[in-house]
């Protein structure tokens, strides 16, 4: 089996998709050579069946090729595996966990990057026990990645214009948060749990999170009117939103949430559907990653 493994979403991020196995030609030679194998998804959840694959046959890198939900999949596929890491090429709206990581947002610098990648080992976090690698959430956040999901279009110019309209009617909702062993009775906005710093595009919700400390930050906001709105967008911009007063932080392992209605809950980026129970929890470097 090749040493490296492609899986590339073909509809992933904005600009032109037929310019990568060009480049992926031109970096890593051509695949009949077998250095590498190129494997193209054709639905949800492909990505994690073929991730699976590639670590079975014993590739040592597989390559997310796409955006947050391409790395999601293809994460929850070598989780636990000792002898296969993940590697990112980012080619979505948002790209979070590879900007965290420092990952070239460039094609050919991080296929080039990939060509002798230095490997370590990342936190993974779960809701409901679906794992997700960068963040999680409920609330607002969940709701613009639902409307997102159906915009028809993608990159930050539908985001931002997604997040407006959905801003204007959006409303808190009661929850029990249980955490550290506190029990905590407040109003949800956003609930958001980060194991990266940021939802993609710089947008940096928990710009401390660690992704090797075994530990989420949970950062709770019970309203946003519009002059905390402003706090928060800034923030999250200039990477100083703990400091601004717009959200209130913790850290932790697990934390369990019971909202008096449903609401709505998101996995990185990937709207998940609405409930009412939630549990948080932490898988300590369980993935190994190639960056």
Request: with cysteine; aromatic share 8%.
């Amino acid at each position: 089996m090749p040493r490296t493994c492609f899986i590339f979403n073909p509809t992933a991020g904005t600009g032109r998709r037929a310019e990568f196995p060009e480049l992926l030609a031109r970096y890593f030679g051509t695949e009949s050579r077998g250095d590498y194998v190129l494997r193209p998804t054709e639905g949800p959840g492909h990505a994690t069946e073929l991730a699976q694959a590639a670590a079975r046959a014993g590739c040592r890198v597989v390559v997310a090729v796409g955006g947050d939900g391409t790395v999601n999949e293809v994460g929850q596929g070598l989780l636990h595996q000792e002898h296969t890491a993940m590697g990112i090429v980012p080619r979505g709206s948002g790209n979070g966990l590879a900007r965290h990581l420092k990952v070239p947002l460039n094609l050919g610098r991080a296929l080039r990057r990939l060509r002798e990648p230095a490997f370590s080992r990342m936190d993974v976090g779960r809701v409901n026990g679906r794992p997700f690698f960068c963040t999680a959430g409920l609330g607002f956040d969940a709701r613009v990645s639902q409307q997102f999901a159906q915009a028809g279009s993608r990159g930050l110019s539908t985001y931002m214009r997604v997040t407006l309209s959905e801003y204007r009617t959006f409303e808190s909702v009661p929850v029990v948060v249980e955490t550290n062993g506190v029990t905590l009775e407040t109003n949800c906005y956003v609930l958001a749990f980060a194991n990266a710093s940021q939802y993609g595009n710089n947008a940096y919700i928990a710009p401390d999170a660690n992704l090797q400390d075994g530990l989420l930050d949970m950062c709770l906001m019970d309203a946003l009117p519009p002059w905390r709105a402003v706090q928060v967008v800034l923030g999250m911009a200039l990477g100083t939103l703990p400091r601004t007063g717009g959200a209130a932080y913790s850290r932790t392992s697990h934390t369990t949430v019971r909202a008096a209605t449903p609401i709505g809950c998101h996995a990185d980026g990937d709207y998940l559907g609405h409930g009412t129970d939630f549990e948080f929890d932490l898988l300590p470097l369980a993935l190994e990653v190639a960056v």
